[in-house]
């Protein structure tokens, strides 16, 4: 990746419904470079994919909490992912390290449906418990879209 292509990909971390053309602008190469560039970036897969972004409490998620996972045995990440996978309230879960064996971000519409996602969550056989913990207040909320992911130049 040179140091077009990391422009490219903050446009379209920016923005990735901006089209070739004014990515082009933006870079200083015209739109067919830039398409080409592009798909060559996700044939390497560099690029992996576009989405749309949601405001989870437009969406009437306003409840928002951290979950530490304690799990018995030798119980896989992949046995954890699959298990966590299943709850569509679960948007974010990876290994760490500490006594926990995993966290788990959940978002859900309120307190009751948060106790009803821990309940199911807790009743996941490698689950021997959890600790939680509910935001109050976000101090600092990085969109994916900021540069803040945005490749060394």
């Not at 004014?22 to 470079?33: D, H, M, R, T, Y």
């Not at 560039?37 to 576009?50: C, E, K, M, S, Y």
């Not at 307190?111 to 021997?128: C, G, L, N, S, T």
Request: aromatic share 6%; net charge neutral.
């Amino acid at each position: 990746m040179d140091s077009i292509d990391a422009r490219i990909v903050t446009a379209l971390i920016r923005n990735a419904r901006a089209s070739y053309a004014v990515i082009g602008n933006e870079v200083g190469l015209s739109a067919p470079a830039v398409k080409r560039r592009v798909d060559r970036l996700r044939a390497a897969g560099a690029i992996t994919g576009f989405s749309a972004r949601v405001d989870p409490v437009a969406m009437g998620w306003t409840t928002e909490a951290y979950v530490e996972l304690f799990c018995g045995g030798r119980t896989s990440p992949e046995e954890i992912a699959a298990g966590v996978r299943r709850y569509p309230e679960v948007v974010d879960a990876c290994t760490v390290t500490g006594e926990a064996d995993a966290l788990v971000h959940i978002r859900a519409a309120d307190v009751r449906h948060f106790e009803d996602v821990m309940e199911r969550i807790r009743a996941e056989p490698f689950v021997i418990r959890t600790r939680s913990v509910i935001v109050l207040s976000r101090l600092v909320d990085r969109d994916p879209g900021t540069d803040a992911l945005v490749p060394a130049r």
